[in-house]
T-cell receptor
Framework: NAGVTQTPKFRVLKTGQSMTLLCAQD?????MYWYRQDPGMGLRLIHY???????AKGEVPDGYNVSRLKKQNFLLGLESAAPSQTSVYFC??????????????FGSGTRLTVV | AQKITQTQPGMFVQEKEAVTLDCTYDTSDPSYGLFWYKQPSSGEMIFLIY??????QNATEGRYSLNFQKARKSANLVISASQLGDSAMYFCAMRERGTGNQFYFGTGTSLTVIP
């Protein structure tokens, strides 16, 4: 039972480089999310998707782009990495229901360092 | 305004004692869900407990209980009989209806269990 899989788990980038983080889920969840976690700031939403082909901005979207071409995949792109994007990135997915215990299933995180 | 407030950056508890981690929330949506997650040093996010806004009774899951005081907008996590393995970061989160199932997270409380 894979759940939510993030790749890569670790990455070091130089300022200005680009990269894509991949999130894949096998639970047929409609909703997918990208968060970043920084010390003392909790988790902040970058972008999210409520279905294949749709994306929306979260709290901190600047410097990131996303795509959801397939229901099971949600990609997070950094076009020109900056040191301020050094963070731990979490992908999550959930069912589309708004009632009940429709909690998140989280990936294991990607630790990104931009030097 | 912050949607979720956790005012205790760090807490210490003696092994086998109970501990309460505070969480207050802010919403005007009558339908919402409250969640607690645990993040050990390994980094993964582990779901602990859920409370719906219309639930009449406080949620319990084993040694975890949620002290839900709706009028005060608080959702404190109580851990009974603390164990060394409870040492971790704890996050309170809220989901509002109609926001793409988006979660708002607090800044977290770091709990250390002392032998």
């Amino acid at each position: 039972n894979a759940g939510v899989t993030q790749t890569p788990k670790f990455r070091v980038l130089k300022t200005g480089q680009s990269m894509t983080l991949l999130c894949a889920q096998d639970m047929n969840h409609e909703y997918m999310y990208w968060y970043r976690q920084d010390p003392g700031m909790g988790l902040r939403l970058i972008h999210y998707s409520v279905g294949e082909g749709t994306t929306a901005k979260g709290e901190v979207p600047d410097g990131y782009n996303v795509s959801r071409l397939k229901k099971q995949n949600f990609l997070l792109g950094l076009e020109s990495a900056a040191p301020s994007q050094t963070s731990v990135y979490f992908c999550a997915s959930s069912y589309s229901g708004t009632g009940g215990n429709y909690g998140y299933t989280f990936g294991s995180g990607t630790r990104l360092t931009v030097v | 305004a912050q949607k979720i407030t956790q005012t205790q950056p760090g807490m210490f508890v003696q092994e086998k004692e109970a501990v309460t981690l505070d969480c207050t929330y802010d919403t005007s949506d009558p339908s919402y869900g409250l969640f607690w997650y645990k993040q050990p040093s390994s980094g993964e996010m582990i779901f602990l407990i859920y409370q719906g806004s219309y639930d009449q009774q406080n949620a319990t899951e084993g040694r975890y209980s949620l002290n839900f005081q709706k009028a005060r907008k608080s959702a404190n996590l109580v851990i009974s009989a603390s164990q060394l393995g409870d040492s971790a970061m704890y996050f309170c989160a809220m989901r509002e209806r109609g926001t793409g199932n988006q979660f708002y997270f607090g800044t977290g409380t770091s709990l250390t269990v002392i032998p």
